[in-house]
T-cell receptor
Framework: DGGITQSPKYLFRKEGQNVTLSCEQN?????MYWYRQDPGQGLRLIYY???????QKGDIAEGYSVSREKKESFPLTVTSAQKNPTAFYLC????????????FGDGTRLSIL | AQSVTQLDSQVPVFEEAPVELRCNYS??????LFWYVQYPNQGLQLLLK??????LVKGINGFEAEFNKSQTSFHLRKPSVHISDTAEYFC?????????FGTGTRLLVSP
């Protein structure tokens, strides 16, 4: 079945450490997205990519980095510069037209040790 | 800038009662609108979408929504809820290749 796979499901980070969250899709979608979800704040866009080797900052990109070397993969790195990284992270992808919905993975919950 | 407002952060309801979750958006252009559902510790699942045409849109799990252009609303309804409908519901509007989400409404269904 086609879909989006996020790993790991749970992740723990030590102070000063970078961690990378994985997102893989087999839907043949060009566009991919990373969101951060905090209680009561809905989803906030971190980064998005509309095509391989290109990506744009979203509303809360500070302290995060991404790469898009393959169409299927859009990993997110939470750097030590992100001072409050504890959150639920969601990856999504969508087709080319703006009227197509985004499809979401099951998320990664990141916590600080 | 486009925005989405979900005024109710939480809606408690008894099983088999009807429910309406409210969503208002701000836009001066044609929009595409979506409702998503999120169960605990899971991603978002598409419930329904409005692209054009009929203003009454039917989705999965017995949900429907009505697009009202004059009131810039896209309220979600279900005539009879189940315990299993307990979840968080997000309204979203398409802005180019991005989605702008509301802050969500938690639906709490009790027996």
């Amino acid at each position: 079945d086609g879909g989006i796979t996020q790993s790991p499901k749970y992740l723990f980070r030590k102070e000063g450490q970078n961690v990378t969250l994985s997102c893989e899709q087999n839907l043949n979608h060009d566009a991919m997205y990373w969101y951060r979800q905090d209680p009561g704040q809905g989803l906030r866009l971190i980064y998005y990519s509309q095509i391989v080797n290109d990506f744009q900052k979203g509303d809360i990109a500070e302290g995060y980095s991404v790469s898009r070397e393959k169409k299927e993969s859009f990993p997110l790195t939470v750097t030590s510069a992100q001072k409050n990284p504890t959150a639920f992270y969601l990856c999504a992808s969508k087709g080319d037209h703006s009227n197509q919905p985004q499809h979401f993975g099951d998320g990664t919950r990141l916590s600080i040790l | 800038a486009q925005s989405v407002t979900q005024l109710d952060s939480q809606v408690p309801v008894f099983e088999e009662a009807p429910v309406e979750l409210r969503c208002n958006y701000s836009s001066s252009v044609s929009v595409y609108l979506f409702w998503y559902v999120q169960y605990p510790n899971q991603g978002l699942q598409l419930l329904l979408k409005y692209l054009s045409g009929s203003t009454l849109v039917k989705g999965i799990n017995g949900f429907e929504a009505e697009f009202n252009k004059s009131q810039t609303s896209f309220h979600l309804r279900k005539p009879s809820v189940h315990i299993s409908d307990t979840a968080e519901y997000f309204c979203a509007v398409s802005v180019g290749q991005k989605l702008v989400f509301g802050t969500g409404t938690r639906l709490l269904v009790s027996p």
